[in-house]
Each structure stands twice: as structure tokens, then as C-alpha cells.
């Protein structure tokens, strides 16, 4: 009789074990559900750090300001160039009536590639003024004024494009 009872207390060991295992086995599956979940929440909030910092938004908004800003310097220096080059009243109300345009362009349009195609075409232009046996004459100070004033409305209006971009991140 006693092999019955041993018999009987090694099934009731392999239930015992079995019934461990099963709540080890819904331990070790609920564990993994919660690393599972701390991942998500680490990768939201690695996500929303990004965005409150600025993150790709802040990139494209500051390359496309140092853009605008570039261009705008270029187009003063070429102004200035220019101005010395060719006769100056003439020729700066000319080339400031054409950034005036640009200016135009920029801020009537609608998405960044719009701006980056006027962008390059006004850096085009003002690279190809004509700086060749330029003369000692220096533009007024109301040419400056105003080319410095064309200045900060195209980069206001560049920055205005770019805006948009905060909410798409």
C-alpha cells in the first residue's frame, strides 16, 4: 500500500509543479505585456520631447531662416555691388525695385517650394549682377533704409512659410 501512496503524492507533486508553472507562465506573460507597454510610453515620450523641443520642425524653420537670411545678405551686398558699379540712382531704385519684387513673390507664396524656387531665383540674380569696375560711390542711407526694410519683410514672410511646419510634427 504504500506504493499507492507514493504514487499518489508524485501526482499530486507533478499537479503542484504544473499548476507553478501555469502561474509562472501568467507571470512571465503579464511581465512582458508591461514591458511592452513602458516601451510605448518611453517612445511617446521620447516623441513628444522631440516635439516640444521643436525637433525636425525646428531644423527645416531654422535652415530655411538661415536660407532667407543668406539670400537676403547676398542681395544686400549685390544692391551695394551694383550700386557702385553702375550709375547710382539709376541702377539701385533699379535693383531695389527688383528685390521689391522678389520680396513680392515670397510672400504671396502659398508652401516652402514656392519660396525656395523664388529663393534661388533671387539668389541667381544677385549673384549675377555685374560687380566688374565698380566705382567709389556708396548707396544712401535711404537706399540702405529700404533695402534693409525689403530685407526683414522677406524674412518675415519666409518664416510665415515655414510656420505650418509646427503642426505637422
Known sequence: MAYRDDLAALEA???ALSADVEARERERDHAALLIAEARARADDEAR??????GGLTRRRRSGAIIAAAIASVALVIGVTVAA????RASHMERALDT????VDEVCACSDAA?????VDELTAWATNENVKDFDKQVPDEADMKRAAA????????MQ??????????
Not at 510665415?160 to 510634427?169: E, F, S, T, V, Y
Open 84 to 87: 557702385l558699379h553702375h550709375s
Open 114 to 118: 514656392c519660396s525656395t524656387r523664388v
Open 150 to 157: 525689403l530685407s526683414q519683410r522677406f524674412t518675415a514672410c
Open 160 to 169: 510665415r512659410l515655414q510656420a505650418p511646419l509646427d503642426g505637422a510634427n
Open 13 to 15: 507533486r507533478h499537479a
Open 99 to 102: 528685390f521689391s519684387v522678389y
Open 48 to 53: 513628444l520631447r522631440e516635439a516640444i523641443a
